[in-house]
């Protein structure tokens, strides 16, 4: 499986946008993280294989929106309201056979992206 990661950038504080996960085979869990420098990977928000089912991390709640369209192996991070503290490589990964609930930490996933990063200035 891969995944390719896509869509960072540089934004002023309260813009927005959209990355965007590739993967190059269907039925996948996708899950987004971030990692800043000298801080753990933190969990961002995972969809389930069909789109019925979504979970995000408390820090992004009411924020940032993730869907997919499995026509195109694609899915999407919408990130408004970008803050200073969002400045973070983000990395989607993937895995199969995991629902939500379960998919919100680095180790329950074993397929993961390259990383694009976001920076939000103040």
């Known amino acids: 499986v891969q995944l390719q990661a896509s869509g960072g950038g540089w934004v002023q504080a309260g813009g927005s946008l959209r990355l965007s996960c590739a993967a190059s085979?269907?039925?996948?869990?996708i899950g987004w993280f971030r990692q800043a420098p000298g801080k753990d990977r933190e969990f961002v928000a995972n969809?389930?294989?069909?789109?019925?089912?979504?979970r995000y991390g408390d820090s992004v709640k009411g924020r940032f929106t993730i869907s997919r369209n499995n026509a195109e192996n694609t899915v999407y991070l919408q990130m408004n309201s970008l803050k200073p503290e969002d400045t973070a490589v983000y990395y989607c990964?993937?895995?199969?056979?995991?629902?939500?609930?379960?998919?919100?930490?680095?180790?329950?996933?074993?397929?993961w992206g390259q990383g694009t990063q976001v920076t939000v200035s103040s």
């Open positions: 990964a993937g895995r199969r056979g995991l629902i939500v609930s379960q998919a919100t930490t680095e180790s329950m996933f074993n397929h």
């Open positions: 085979e269907r039925n996948l869990l």
């Open positions: 969809i389930n294989y069909s789109g019925s089912a979504t």
